[in-house]
């Protein structure tokens, strides 16, 4: 089955410590993101990847950072710079670079909690 | 900076018909995306528009005015399972790289 994994499903941290989360994906797609989204509100983008070894920032990449080593694999790292972390991240994918039509696939989100 | 509006809450009666609209001020645009989000899940792929006028997909139709820079999602034949969030999202290319601005979301009750 092709799709986008992460993990964890919760995630609990202690405040002012480093945590980085998983996303997978086997649909062979060139391109990954990372949305961060608070209750009650949509899905903001805090870096995002169009191919191996180059990333951007989003508009909240704050405290945020992410490495792209791999096609497959899209980690973010939740430093202790950000301020409030405590969200549902979400991580997508789609198939080109190109300016084409750019539908995501996402995965199933980490809720992550710091106390 | 890019501006998205959708209401933030409906209600609806099981069976009926509900519009949920869209309007949006983006520096680019090549695109509109509806995604549909159940509490606590992924948001999944409904519709996509690229030029004017209405796309049907089953219960699910979605609306495109470029120069009025509006869309819409209409649900008919509403389901209990159709109570999710609605988000409406804007495909940009800027500088080389593709970008979806994302709505902060419609919540939709469907009521028996």
């Known amino acids: 089955d092709g799709g986008i994994t992460q993990s964890p499903k919760y995630l609990f941290r202690k405040e002012g410590q480093n945590v980085t989360l998983s996303c997978e994906q086997n649909?062979?797609?060139?391109?990954m993101y990372w949305y961060r989204q608070d209750p009650g509100q949509g899905l903001r983008l805090i870096y995002y990847?169009?191919?191996?070894?180059?990333?951007q920032k989003g508009d909240i990449a704050e405290g945020y950072s992410v490495s792209r080593e791999k096609k497959e694999s899209f980690p973010l790292t939740v430093t202790s710079a950000q301020k409030n972390p405590t969200a549902f991240y979400l991580c997508?994918?789609?198939?080109?670079?190109?300016?084409?039509?750019?539908?995501?696939?996402f995965g199933p989100g980490t809720r992550l909690t710091v106390l | 900076g890019q501006n998205i509006d959708q209401p933030t809450e409906m209600t609806a009666t099981e069976g009926a018909i509900v519009q949920i609209n869209c309007t949006y001020q983006?520096?680019?645009?090549?695109?509109l995306f509806w995604y549909q989000q159940h509490a606590g899940e992924a948001p999944t792929f409904l519709s996509y528009?690229?030029?004017?006028g209405l796309e049907e997909k089953g219960r699910f139709s979605s609306f495109l005015s470029r120069s009025k820079g509006y869309s819409y999602l209409l649900l008919k034949e509403l389901q209990m399972k159709d109570s999710a969030s609605y988000l409406c999202?804007?495909?940009?290319?800027?500088?080389?790289?593709?970008?979806?601005?994302f709505g902060a979301g419609t919540r939709l009750a469907v009521h028996p």
């Open positions: 990847s169009q191919i191996v070894n180059d990333f």
């Open positions: 999202a804007v495909h940009m290319f800027s500088g080389g790289y593709n970008k979806l601005i």
């Open positions: 983006t520096s680019g645009f090549n695109g």
């Open positions: 649909l062979n797609h060139d391109a």
């Open positions: 997508a994918s789609s198939i080109t670079r190109d300016r084409v039509y750019n539908e995501q696939f």
């Open positions: 528009n690229v030029l004017d």
